[in-house]
């Protein structure tokens, strides 16, 4: 059992994210992949398929950057915890995406539009609290008399998706479409309730813990001793990635993507959409721990895992478990998909260039992670379109992001990135993202 501990700290504070928003790609219009921002955004072909497996990376961090966790000492770089500190917010959310692809296909039959694609999706949620950091680094005496949260609480899911699209013409002014996702989970790692707070007595700096904190885990392949808590030795702890479902398996769920826009006339457009609305139902090898009381303890020196060579890792994992009294179970249970929510609008003066601005809206566990962007998208004759999006998201104004499709006939290959001010200053980055493919366009529809 000691190793799913180590596996659940090791996701709870050393993981790295934060809310998924591919504002670039919302105004790519003729790209494959404009339609997964909105299903009522029908394609100016009759038919576009991939050619190649599409990969998109994300990564978003409000805390901390590479830099703000090491400082220059003479030629070497050494740990700064004080940088951290005050690189972190109150709370932190940290995210992390990488999803692939396959398989994907459009084709239009007079007003109507029809599509289908399977992916691969790997997403991964963290909030992090500053005070986890403070009581590792300075202890717990700046916090006498005060009750603290230390609780992570996070969602790291792994999951293939099958999903079938429509839209519909209805005038020369709206369209609707939407697109139905079947949902089938391979791991997912998450909590549910995520409660932890630490308090430290001013008279005797005794420390009390009170919990109310689950975390539940299914995953294939995991052996039966470490699922059961069984110590022994002679069996295998490694996971069986053989046992991963391909593509269906008993984890099922659902989700739905419903979106419209209306032409007002040949230079305004405007759009709204909501996608990912829906769950998974987790019930291969479901485990859950949970904690739930108030605990009392003499405390436990974190900091030594920075400052010092020979400390047991397993002694202090061991020591948390030990306090922390979590219960076993073995039930189903439920996690819901981010939910995305994108409002935009459009102005072309002119047929060489489209001007946009765009309100996005990312929830995760009733938490809102909005964004705006701006967009200048320039179109260079047939066979080359680009743009630039300058994004506000995370509290951060330092978001530039650029797009590129070249159109060699049929063949059409694009990149796409919502911040590409990580390429003149990696080691300062918070947040990035990119997506590239390529794809046939068959048959350019004429318009009216």
């Known amino acids: 059992m000691r190793y799913i501990y180590i596996t659940l700290f090791f996701l709870c504070y050393i993981g790295k994210t934060n809310a998924q928003q591919e504002q670039s790609l919302y105004f790519m219009d003729g790209n494959f992949y404009n339609h997964y921002t909105n299903p009522a955004k029908l ?12 990969p998109y990376f994300n990564f978003s961090n409000t805390g901390f950057s590479f830099n703000d966790l090491f400082e220059e000492q003479g030629d070497s770089l050494m740990l700064s915890p004080q940088k951290l500190l005050k690189s972190l917010r109150k709370y932190n959310f940290l995210q992390l995406n990488l999803n692939i692809d396959p398989i994907s296909f459009a084709f239009r039959i007079k007003k109507f539009h029809f599509s289908f694609n399977y992916a691969m999706k790997t997403s991964i949620y963290l909030n992090y609290p500053r005070s986890f950091f403070d009581l590792a680094w300075e202890g ?22 099958f999903a079938i699209g429509a839209g519909y013409q209805i005038n020369d002014k709206w369209s609707v479409g939407g697109r139905l996702k079947i949902l089938v989970g391979g791991f ?46 002679t069996q295998s702890n490694s996971l069986d990635f053989s046992k991963f479902p391909r593509f269906m398996g008993p984890n099922v769920g659902a989700a739905v993507d419903l979106g419209g826009t209306f ?4 230079k305004w457009r405007f759009a709204l959409s909501v996608t990912d609305l829906g769950a998974i139902r987790w019930n291969t090898n479901a485990t859950n721990f949970y904690s739930n ?10 900091s030594a895992l920075v400052k010092e060579e020979n400390v047991e890792f397993d002694v202090i994992v061991d020591t948390l478990v030990e306090r922390l009294q979590f ?8 996690t819901w998909l981010p939910v995305k929510m994108y409002m935009g609008a459009e102005y072309t003066p002119v047929k060489w260039f489209t001007a946009g601005a765009m309100v996005y809206n990312e929830v995760y566990k009733r938490q809102a992670f909005p964004a705006f962007s701006l967009s ?23 978001n530039l992001g650029a797009n590129l499709m070249f159109d060699l006939g049929a063949l059409h290959i694009f990149l796409v990135s919502d911040n590409i001010i990580p390429i003149f200053a990696p080691f300062d980055a918070r947040n990035t993202n990119i997506r590239f493919g390529i794809h046939f366009n068959i048959g350019k529809l004429k318009k009216d």
């Open 188 to 233: 997912d790692a998450s909590t549910d309730r995520a409660s932890a707070t630490l308090y430290t007595n001013p008279e005797i700096y005794q420390l009390e813990l009170a919990t109310d904190y689950r975390v539940n885990v299914s995953a294939f392949g995991i052996p039966e001793n470490i699922r059961e808590g069984s110590k022994d030795t």
């Open 327 to 334: 219960n076993q179970t073995q039930n189903s249970y439920t």
């Open 263 to 266: 032409q007002l006339n040949d």
């Open 140 to 161: 717990n005496g700046q916090f006498l008399d005060e009750t603290v949260d230390i609780a992570p609480d996070f969602q790291a899911m792994l999951y293939n998706e």
């Open 376 to 398: 200048a998208r320039f179109h260079a004759g047939r066979f080359f379109s680009g743009g630039l999006v300058y994004g506000i998201r995370n509290r951060r104004f330092d």
């Open 43 to 54: 394609p100016e072909y009759k038919a576009m398929f991939n050619i190649l497996p599409t």
């Open 293 to 302: 009381g108030q605990y009392d303890y003499d405390g436990l020196d974190v």
